[in-house]
């Protein structure tokens, strides 16, 4: 079984810099989906970045970006200009690509709540 | 709007009162499912369905049962609520296919006494 682990239960992060959040997973699985969910206190789950096994090249979607390092099984979240409404919890999450009955269940970690200074 | 709605938002009740907390997708997925939400442990799936019909349980599926009678509804109920199921639920929704993103909806807030 698949499982995913961050290490930083919260982090914090001054207006207009830069954080990352750290996300590792386990698998013996060459092909998944990983993925990047922001929760706010209206504590909706919001896809922020997802991520393809396959491909080498690192997902960006605006200011969000991730550093995937398939060899070392992580999947780190990068926030640029961070702003107040960044501040959520964040999950990381793995599905795996295999064409069974379970192929479409996510599997989170633990979280990380980020808070943003003014 | 393509959306998840989920029903109540917020629900507190008594051990062994029958619950069942609604989900319903208007955006034609295939695919459905029921997570669970505590501190620390992320979210965990409960059961999914792949279809109408079609269902299957997750990794937590003690004291939990659905039902999927029709495309855009898959609720979620409890037969006999204990304390232990106290927790923030959400219901996705995707459609069936490797790569699919999910859509989740608001999330219902339980709490057992």
């Known amino acids: 079984a698949q499982t995913v682990t961050q290490s930083q239960p919260e982090m914090s992060v001054q207006e207009a810099e830069t954080v990352t959040l750290s996300c590792t997973y386990d698998?013996?699985?060459?092909?998944?989906?990983l993925f990047w969910y922001k929760q706010p206190p209206s504590r909706q789950m919001i896809l922020v970045i997802r991520?393809?096994?396959?491909?080498?090249q690192n997902a960006t979607e605006n200011r969000f970006s991730v550093n995937f390092q398939k060899a070392a099984k992580s999947f780190s979240l990068k926030i640029s200009d961070s702003q107040l409404g960044d501040a959520a919890m964040y999950f990381c999450?793995?599905?795996?690509?295999?064409?069974?009955?379970?192929?479409?269940?996510?599997?989170f970690g633990g979280g990380t709540r980020l808070m943003v200074k003014p | 709007e393509a959306q998840v709605t989920q029903n109540p938002r917020y629900l507190i009740t008594v051990t062994g009162k029958k619950l069942t907390v609604t989900c319903s997708q208007n955006?034609?997925?295939?695919?459905m499912s029921w997570y669970r939400q505590d501190p620390g442990l992320g979210l965990r799936q409960i059961y999914y369905?792949?279809?109408?019909?079609v269902t299957d349980k997750g990794d937590v599926p003690e004291g939990y049962k659905v039902s999927r009678k029709e495309k855009r509804n898959f609720p979620l109920i409890l037969e006999s609520p204990s304390p232990n199921q106290t927790s923030l639920y959400f219901c996705?929704?995707?459609?069936w296919g490797l790569g699919e993103t999910q859509y989740f909806g608001p999330g219902t807030r339980l709490l057992v006494l």
């Open positions: 996705a929704s995707s459609f």
């Open positions: 698998t013996s699985e060459s092909d998944y989906y």
């Open positions: 991520q393809e096994a396959y491909k080498q």
């Open positions: 999450a793995y599905r795996t690509r295999s064409n069974n009955n379970a192929g479409n269940m996510l599997t």
């Open positions: 955006m034609n997925h295939e695919y």
């Open positions: 369905s792949m279809n109408v019909e």
